[in-house]
């Protein structure tokens, strides 16, 4: 936090406050102090608030002219540093959903933070794949998503070879989230009555089939003539979802005085992080173990419409998947029961042929 504080005193004797100062005082007693203002570089001030030195220095930092979104001094041309600070000022990243900026941007800081000085035409792919190896398979596809996403755009002006082609992240071995099951999905209404907020988020997740993020912007003024519209932070896709009769049944008992139908306990709006933590609470009431989140009901709800006999593009049409090879496994699960089914009616029926 930037931090005022006093440095000379004025002709009244009164102290006068520098602005843009961050300071602070380390282990052994030494101050330190720095420049910080948005847009700007931070520039360590030598010497005391007051001094010539720091007057003179704090003087130029004032003086100087703005910096693009995230360089600093490492950002010399072609640098890793460089690369980062284009890449956020372009339309490829700007045109991404808040949420996916802040995960890829955490990422690429990482990364910039250790490596930012280096020249990323010369960033060889031993040294990538390397990295890699070293993460587990789940942090491995996010960092690679955002790092081929830095190299894609450097392939103009910066990059002649794409250092992460041929580079294959580690697969991820199991399903993911865990999907809800009809027993978990009955334990938790009989806990949480229609009524509560606890209920109205389950039906919300449940029969939309929707991501966390689009479900807590959900409001009033999205319902109409029993249509529930949707416009995905994550793709940018708008959904047209019928209102399904359960869902409707808790709607008419939902606070109409709100923006959002999900509020916290003071009426304000969730926040994604807040919201998961309190529905993790509400799973846990409900007896059921850590392994059911929220997003495990936007896979239940796949689940369900494939058992329902769905085809593949109709569930996308309303879970809003971009691409279909997720959706598909509901659709190969739900073919393998029923056929499993069939299979071992026939058998049934052969042998009480057989015995008559």
Same mark, same amino acid.
């Given at each position: 936090?930037?931090?005022?504080?006093?440095?000379?005193?004025?002709?009244?004797?009164?102290?006068?406050?520098?602005?843009?100062?961050?300071?602070?005082?380390?282990?052994?007693?030494?101050?330190?102090?720095?420049?910080?203002?948005?847009?700007?570089?931070?520039? +360590?001030?030598? &010497?005391?608030?007051?001094?010539?030195?720091?007057?003179?220095?704090?003087? $130029? !930092? %004032?003086?100087? *002219? @703005? #910096?693009?979104?995230?360089?600093?001094?490492?950002?010399?041309?072609?640098?890793?540093?460089?690369?980062?600070?284009?890449y956020y000022a372009s339309q490829?990243?700007?045109?991404?959903?808040?949420?996916?900026?802040?995960?890829?941007?955490?990422?690429?800081?990482?990364?910039? +933070?250790?490596? &930012?000085?280096?020249?990323?035409?010369?960033?060889?792919?031993?040294?990538? $794949? !390397? %990295?890699?190896? *070293? @993460? #587990?398979?789940?942090?491995?596809?996010?960092?690679?998503?955002?790092?081929?996403?830095?190299?894609?755009?450097?392939?103009?002006?910066?990059?002649?070879?794409?250092?992460?082609?041929?580079?294959?992240?580690?697969?991820?071995?199991?399903?993911?989230?865990?999907?809800?099951?009809?027993?978990?999905?009955?334990?938790?209404?009989?806990?949480?009555?229609?009524?509560?907020?606890?209920? %109205?988020?389950?039906?919300?997740?449940?029969?939309?089939?929707?991501?966390?993020?689009?479900?807590?912007?959900?409001?009033?003024q999205h319902v109409r003539a029993?249509?529930?519209?949707?416009?995905?932070?994550?793709?940018?896709?708008?959904?047209?979802?019928?209102?399904?009769?359960?869902?409707?049944?808790?709607?008419?008992?939902?606070?109409?005085?709100?923006?959002?139908?999900?509020?916290?306990?003071?009426?304000?709006?969730?926040?994604?992080?807040?919201?998961?933590?309190?529905?993790?609470?509400?799973?846990?009431?409900?007896?059921?173990?850590?392994?059911?989140?929220?997003?495990?009901?936007?896979?239940?709800?796949?689940?369900?419409?494939?058992?329902?006999?769905?085809?593949?593009?109709?569930?996308?049409?309303?879970?809003?998947?971009?691409?279909?090879?997720?959706?598909?496994?509901?659709?190969?699960?739900?073919?393998?029961?029923?056929?499993?089914?069939?299979?071992?009616?026939?058998?049934?029926?052969?042998?009480?042929?057989?015995?008559?």
């Amino acid at each position: 936090m930037t931090k005022a504080i006093p440095t000379r005193k004025s002709a009244r004797g009164l102290p006068l406050r520098l602005k843009f100062i961050q300071a602070w005082v380390d282990q052994d007693g030494r101050a330190h102090h720095y420049f910080r203002r948005a847009g700007y570089p931070r520039e +360590r001030l030598p &010497g005391l608030p007051g001094s010539l030195e720091f007057m003179s220095a704090y003087q $130029a !930092a %004032l003086d100087s *002219a @703005m #910096t693009p979104i995230g360089a600093d001094k490492r950002s010399r041309p072609g640098s890793v540093s460089a690369a980062c600070a284009s890449y956020y000022a372009s339309q490829s990243f700007r045109g991404l959903a808040a949420s996916s900026q802040i995960v890829r941007k955490a990422v690429l800081e990482a990364f910039r +933070r250790d490596h &930012g000085d280096l020249q990323i035409a010369a960033m060889p792919r031993k040294f990538l $794949a !390397a %990295l890699l190896d *070293a @993460m #587990t398979p789940t942090t491995a596809r996010n960092w690679f998503k955002a790092i081929r996403a830095l190299t894609d755009h450097c392939k103009v002006g910066m990059l002649k070879d794409d250092p992460t082609l041929g580079i294959r992240p580690r697969p991820i071995k199991g399903d993911g989230f865990h999907t809800w099951t009809e027993d978990e999905i009955a334990a938790f209404e009989a806990k949480h009555a229609i009524g509560t907020r606890e209920r %109205l988020a389950l039906t919300l997740g449940l029969y939309s089939g929707q991501r966390r993020g689009d479900v807590i912007r959900m409001g009033r003024q999205h319902v109409r003539a029993g249509v529930l519209t949707v416009t995905q932070q994550k793709t940018g896709a708008t959904l047209a979802i019928p209102v399904h009769a359960e869902l409707q049944a808790v709607l008419d008992h939902a606070p109409g005085n709100q923006l959002t139908f999900l509020t916290t306990a003071r009426g304000a709006a969730f926040d994604g992080q807040a919201f998961t933590m309190w529905f993790a609470k509400a799973c846990a009431k409900a007896g059921l173990s850590p392994a059911c989140t929220f997003h495990g009901l936007r896979k239940a709800a796949c689940r369900r419409l494939a058992e329902a006999g769905c085809t593949v593009h109709e569930i996308a049409a309303i879970s809003g998947h971009a691409s279909l090879k997720e959706v598909e496994r509901y659709t190969k699960a739900a073919d393998q029961a029923k056929l499993a089914q069939a299979a071992m009616a026939r058998t049934t029926a052969a042998n009480t042929a057989k015995r008559a």
